[in-house]
């Protein structure tokens, strides 16, 4: 095994600082946010920090000055720093995989030195941005033409997972800074209707295909990518040559792109130190950079960057992710809370929440330790959401009067992007207005006795009272840009980053997601002919012949 930063930790529910937590949460008991709020007036501007252009206003959340030193004692016990140090010093800290956690330099400046086994990546991180700068111009231009000499007006990317939902998340986040006469669409699932939506409109002679995927072996996305290129050719009437002019990669196996057909001077490149859900600022955003240009792709990069520099050098007292993560720990443990919701309250911001869904809990949905041995203590939340006001009139019911202890984080932005004509622009007060009417009612609620005072009958008020008192992060910038979007992104990676290293599970491997693939491609077969069905459990055994039966095999 290699060697193992996290052998030889005292077990992080052995540790005093682990003790002392549960000890000062039955201390605290019931208390309640109105009373944290009426004995400390300056609760609201005292708990707040800011890194970059993100403002977060933490005084919505269950704790004391106490909980929170208790909180960051126990980083300091575990070290949180010391692996944090490790990943951006490149050293091996996917320990499964045996690999670096480099995501940092995909943004480092021109000129710093990032070493992984050895050899600074810098250089060759810059290379491949500068070469899909040079392509994203060409295609964005018209002077990258079809195999008949058209321009390109649509981009399709292929891929799935960390090759699919960033790019595809940050594409809707930066509409706005997009160029209009060029789309980009997005194919993820091996269901060959998401190919057939997305190709149906589409003339073949102006359509530019990225395959995007780290391995290339990834089943879905290479099935899509067969299936997109039968289709051009078909549509084109043309041979193998015209490949070369409407089809892209990006991926770290060249072997594997070269055997598809694909040239290898038509691959961008990356590496695999970048995990697939951490890769979306690498060549994986190649669609984004046509989209958005290499200008607004780079403004993006310093976004993540600021945050980097921040979550590295801030002090334990400022440093927001940290802060995020440890609070994340908090009411997992000690609250019983089972899952996290993101609201953003900007409709960019649609894809936002799947996106942190694969990054969160493919990163910690784990349940052994570093070391193997089992863990003793609650790992990743569930994480979910939809864009407010939408889910107000959706799911808040429970989040308000349910039973259970959901965390949430509300982001919003002062401004509606620049481009919306007045009369919509001037919805954004109201948007607002719902974002923080909701961070105030799911904080304080409403009394039974403020809801009496309204002349409520009595039989009425158990059910018209909100007990308050669910724990919100309000995050709130200018404006949604390019930079803000990377800043928001980088506090979402180290938060969940912070929450592995104190949970001694490794973020950064995702072999929970191999079973069903193995499995899938065994009963693939079955499906076909119903040879070897009877090597399958029962249920499934019954479940594949209905299914055999209803296809009229
Ligand atoms: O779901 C598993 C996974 O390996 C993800 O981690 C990854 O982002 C996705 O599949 C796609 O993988 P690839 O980019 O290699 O096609």
């Known amino acids: 095994m290699p060697e193992n930063p996290a052998n030889g930790r005292t077990p992080l529910d052995r540790t005093p600082q682990w003790a002392a937590l549960g000890k000062h949460r039955a201390e605290l008991g019931e208390l309640h946010l109105r009373e944290m709020f009426a004995a400390d007036p300056q609760r609201g501007s005292r708990y707040t920090l800011q890194v970059g252009d993100l403002y977060l206003d933490y005084s919505k959340h269950l704790v004391t000055d106490r909980t929170l030193e208790l909180l960051r004692e126990l980083a300091a016990a575990l070290d949180v720093a010391g692996l944090r140090d490790a990943m951006f010093r490149g050293e091996k800290i996917n320990v499964t995989e045996d690999r670096a956690v480099l995501h940092t330099a995909l943004r480092a400046p021109r000129g710093a030195v990032v070493e992984a086994d050895g050899v600074n990546v810098v250089p060759e991180v810059h290379a491949v941005l500068d070469k899909m700068a040079a392509f994203s111009n060409r295609v964005r231009s018209g002077e990258w033409t079809g195999h008949t000499g058209k321009r390109i007006r649509t981009v399709v990317n292929i891929g799935i997972g960390g090759s699919d939902l960033g790019p595809a998340m940050a594409y809707e986040a930066l509409r706005a800074y997009t160029q209009r006469d060029l789309q980009v669409r997005f194919v993820s699932n091996v269901d060959g209707a998401d190919l057939h939506e997305a190709v149906r409109d589409l003339d073949a002679a102006e359509t530019l295909f990225i395959v995007a995927s780290k391995t290339f072996t990834t089943i879905e996305t290479v099935t899509n990518a067969t299936s997109a290129r039968d289709w051009l050719l078909g549509q084109l009437g043309a041979g193998q040559e015209a490949v070369a002019k409407h089809f892209v990669a990006l991926s770290t196996n060249a072997a594997g792109v070269a055997d598809f057909g694909i040239d290898v001077a038509n691959m961008f490149e990356f590496w695999d130190w970048v995990g697939g859900r951490y890769s979306y600022d690498s060549a994986i955003g190649l669609s984004l950079m046509i989209a958005i240009g290499p200008e607004r792709f780079e403004e993006m990069l310093g976004g993540f960057r600021l945050v980097d520099e921040h979550f590295r ?134 009394s039974a006795d403020e809801v009496r005072a309204e002349g409520v009958p009595e039989w009425q008020v158990p059910h018209r009272t909100f007990r308050g008192n669910h724990p919100t992060s309000v995050l709130l910038a200018a404006e949604l840009t390019p930079s803000v979007l990377g800043q928001l992104i980088a506090l979402y990676e180290h938060k969940v980053f912070v929450q592995g290293a104190i949970w001694n599970i490794d973020s950064f491997d995702q072999w929970g997601v191999e079973l069903g693939k193995v499995l899938a491609k065994r009963i693939e077969p079955v499906l076909l002919t119903g040879e070897g069905a009877e090597a399958l459990d029962s249920s499934s055994a019954a479940l594949v012949a209905r299914y055999r039966t209803l296809r009229g095999r």
């Open 313 to 446: 050098t801030a002090p334990a007292e400022q440093n927001v992710p940290l802060l995020l993560g440890l609070l994340g720990v908090w009411y997992g443990q000690f609250f019983d809370a089972q899952s996290h919701a993101v609201l953003p309250y900007s409709h960019y911001l649609s894809k936002f929440t799947a996106y942190l869904q694969q990054l969160d809990m493919e990163s910690n949905g784990k349940s052994v330790q570093r070391d193997g041995s089992p863990v003793g203590w609650t790992t990743g939340p569930v994480v979910w959401g939809t864009p407010g006001t939408n889910g107000q009139h959706a799911y808040y019911q429970l989040l308000h009067q349910g039973t259970k202890v959901i965390p949430a984080d509300l982001i919003g932005f002062a401004a509606p992007v620049g481009e919306l004509a007045p009369a919509l622009a001037a919805q954004h007060d109201l948007l607002m207005a719902n974002f923080f009417a909701q961070a105030q009612a799911f904080a304080f609620g409403k």
